[in-house]
């Protein structure tokens, strides 16, 4: 559906050497009644140069200026400070990322916490090194979300998957978590039928 006619939006962040074209084909698998899907694209297809478990600092200003992006897209979304956009509520509205994607989705997320439709982390988790503080605010309020890896993922620890999904449930979150053995860094279709049913239900919801 066009923005301005939408019931519900899908936000889909790519990951690293990826395009917006590469996430958004993953809407073919997923309900299309009602959403509109929408995907930045990353300069030279990198959001932040080096790895998400890297010290923060070392990945600015890339980093704030790709979470800076995410959130001009929820504003927009959500037709807030007087932009043009179709006025979805919150609770209307997704965040899916892979990889590179998922990290900057589930960090995003974190740092603006609220009743969402739903989020989803496709092999990745919360940005910064080990010991990083995860003092974040605010409540996500029984938002439903989906983290999905491999427990052998070359990228992605399974360990910090399972930390993100720690914190998200502290914060007040409904999570799904799903490792599976010995897959490659990809998306699959378990994964995806997931967060079918997540988008169904809430198209469904008045």
């Not at 996430?23 to 959001?47: H, K, V, Y």
């Not at 496709?122 to 990083?132: A, K, Q, R, Y």
């Not at 997931?194 to 469904?204: L, R, T």
Request: charged share 20%; with cysteine; proline share 6%.
């Amino acid at each position: 559906e066009p923005l301005e006619t939408a019931r519900a939006v899908m936000i889909m962040i790519h990951g690293r050497g990826a395009s917006a074209q590469d996430i958004l084909s993953l809407a073919q698998e997923l309900p299309r009644d009602g959403f509109c899907f929408l995907a930045p694209q990353a300069a030279n297809a990198t959001w932040y140069p080096f790895p998400f478990m890297e010290p923060m600092e070392k990945n600015e200003p890339w980093l704030s200026s790709a979470l800076n992006l995410v959130d001009a897209i929820v504003q927009r979304v959500r037709g807030a400070e007087n932009m043009r956009g179709a006025n979805i509520p919150n609770e209307k509205i997704f965040l899916l990322g892979f990889s590179q994607g998922a990290c900057l989705a589930t960090e995003y997320a974190a740092g603006h916490a609220q009743k969402y439709g739903g989020i989803v982390g496709l092999s990745g988790g919360l940005i910064g090194p080990d010991g990083t503080p995860r003092d974040y605010q605010g409540s996500f309020d029984g938002t439903p979300v989906f983290l999905g890896c491999s427990d052998v993922d070359f990228h992605i620890p399974k360990e910090r998957v399972m930390q993100t999904r720690d914190v998200f449930e502290r914060m007040g979150a409904e999570v799904t978590m799903r490792l599976y053995p010995n897959m490659e860094h990809t998306v699959n279709m378990d994964e995806l039928e997931f967060v079918a049913g997540m988008m169904e239900e809430v198209a469904s919801s008045k």
